[in-house]
């Protein structure tokens, strides 16, 4: 008996035939990016082809597509050593979009477009936000906004064709409940904003996709309820013993829902961000850092689910299009092996719950606060500035590696089959149970993390895998303190600010340098995994090609 063939017979996985049941693979329907104009920079392109290539990434999001920087809206000619003359009716101009965008797919990918911010010649407050001067304010005009975006979708479809923009996702702005950086105006005027919005596409095409509020973060509070954050609501979170006792719950979700319906607005899916962690205010005005335990994103997706099932919109997609270990560019936890163990537990258990989770990011080519500090600085990226791969970027190669066909799902890994091919493969990892369901948190330089390094036990994974046919190979790859750790030997080179050549070369090699070896099925037909996983390695087994 083989396993060879679509519709083949039941694997039997540790002594028992095992029915199958889908694994959707949210981790690469949607990664995220800085901003529009870094991905004209031909390293930003180089490392996201390699990325769509490795780890499968769908769609691609990211903020500022109609910034000052890419020149879509205009209302003056533009200007060097002259006068700036201002035009008699706005212009659109698309030729930076255009390239961002075609580039996007012919990788292979889409865009999952966010509108916005407002550019500076429509927006009523400037640079609220970002080194780089983001305008998050409501328009001074709102039938101009329309225009814009009616402008924008109509010359997509032109150039890509109506069935190519029906799949992308439309998403009203980013994060406005986070006032006053990206967002300058209230609650209902964001609701007012995405009516607007959401209006003006569906007239050009009702199947186009829309969807919002894209809010950030689940909250165990009231800061949120009103029109604007208010700050004294989050004093008890700021000094709750036990944060993860409190009550966490999505912001505006509920309010956007119950908003939409009274009018009888479409809402195609819901967004929001779910970073595990929380910024909380006391009552002496300081702000306090919270990392919530390791299954916080499971908890708020199975809430955000239920939640959704249950209202006006039952059939309206999840999209987390913002989701990290953190939401800071610069804490060195992202560049760790930790965080790679971490997403990988994370996306497994939550698979089923969304329809995306969005990375964010999948480069260092990042400059929200400006560029990096050194090559490896904390950023969000799985790739950091020169493209040398972190052990992010390994956990979602191997995540994509799974079939899309769950056989089993353990507490310590998934064995997984290809619908299309057959092929067996599996993921095991080992968050150390020393952890005690705590999450890697942050760190504001990369010593600081090196003291999960010390935290243990080791792991046995033990799993048998039969039915299948003997002689078959299977590539193990497994990454841990020893193999992959980029950023340790970073450290052991003393960190250097700015790398030679020498050691840029060094360090890819290192990178990608993880301890590789390959098991053969027996005659029996059953293979058999026994390996001893040091905390924090991650293992993947596939069949070899």
């Not at 009274?262 to 006391?282: K, N, V």
């Not at 997706?301 to 987390?320: F, G, M, N, Q």
């Not at 939550?350 to 600085?377: K, M, N, Q, R």
Request: glycine share 6%; net charge negative; proline share 6%.
């Amino acid at each position: 008996m083989t396993n060879d063939l679509p519709g083949a017979p039941l694997l039997r996985i540790d002594g028992d035939l095992r029915e199958e049941s889908p694994l959707p693979h949210i981790w690469s329907e949607c990664v995220g990016a800085g901003r529009a104009n870094e991905a004209l920079r031909a390293d930003w392109q180089q490392q996201f082809g390699e990325a769509v290539d490795a780890c499968g990434f769908r769609f691609i999001r990211f903020h500022g597509v109609f910034h000052d920087d890419m020149f879509v809206y205009r209302e003056s000619y533009g200007h060097g050593f002259g006068p700036n003359s201002p035009l008699a009716a706005p212009v659109y101009t698309f030729s930076y979009v255009d390239k961002v965008f075609d580039f996007i797919l012919e990788s292979g990918a889409r865009p999952f477009v966010e509108l916005g911010f407002m550019p500076r010649e429509l927006a009523t407050v400037h640079e609220t936000v970002f080194w780089w001067g983001a305008h998050c304010s409501p328009p001074k005009d709102m039938a101009r906004w329309v225009e814009l975006v009616t402008r924008s979708v109509e010359h997509w479809i032109d150039r890509y064709g109506l069935a190519e923009v029906r799949e992308w996702r439309f998403e009203v702005w980013n994060e406005p409940n986070l006032v006053p950086h990206f967002w300058t105006g209230t609650k209902t005027e964001y609701f007012e904003l995405y009516e607007q919005t959401v209006l003006a596409i569906k007239k050009i095409d009702p199947e186009l996709k829309v969807g919002g509020p894209s809010t950030s973060v689940f909250v165990p509070d009231d800061r949120y309820k009103g029109e604007v954050e208010d700050r004294s609501a989050q004093h008890e979170t700021a000094g709750a013993p036990d944060v993860d006792a409190l009550d966490w719950q999505p912001v505006w979700i509920e309010d956007f829902i119950d908003w939409c319906a009274e009018r009888e607005l479409p809402i195609d899916f819901i967004s929001t961000h779910t970073y595990p962690t929380d910024f909380a205010y006391g009552a002496d005005g300081e702000a306090v850092h919270i990392s919530r335990y390791a299954d916080a994103t499971l908890d708020d997706l199975t809430l955000l689910r239920e939640l959704v099932a249950k209202s006006e919109y039952p059939d309206a997609e999840i999209h987390i299009t913002e989701w990290s270990t953190s939401p800071s560019a610069r804490d060195f936890i992202h560049d760790t092996l930790f965080a790679a163990t971490f997403i990988t537990r994370t996306y497994l258990k939550c698979a089923t719950l969304a329809d995306s989770i969005s990375y964010w990011t999948f480069t260092d080519v990042f400059e929200e606060g400006g560029a990096g500090l050194g090559p490896f600085h904390g950023g969000f990226g799985i790739v950091n500035e020169a493209g040398i791969h972190k052990p992010t970027f390994h956990a979602f190669r191997m995540l994509e590696q799974l079939g899309d066909r769950l056989l089993l799902a353990a507490a310590d890994g998934v064995v997984t089959r290809d619908s299309r091919t057959s092929a067996v493969s599996a993921l095991f990892f080992n968050y150390p149970d020393d952890m005690a369901m705590k999450s890697p948190g942050s760190a504001n330089s990369y010593s600081a993390t090196r003291a999960l390094a010390g935290v243990g036990p080791n792991r046995r994974i033990r799993h048998s895998i039969g039915e299948l046919l003997p002689g078959r190979t299977f590539l193990v790859e497994i990454m841990d303190w020893e193999h992959g750790n980029v950023a340790e030997a970073w450290y052991n080179l003393s960190s250097p600010l700015n790398l030679s050549r020498t050691e840029s070369k060094y360090l890819s090699e290192v990178a990608d340098s993880l301890r590789r070896f390959t098991l053969t099925v027996p005659d029996s037909g059953t293979l058999e995994i026994d390996v001893d996983l040091s905390p924090w390695a991650v293992m993947s087994v596939r069949q070899a090609t």
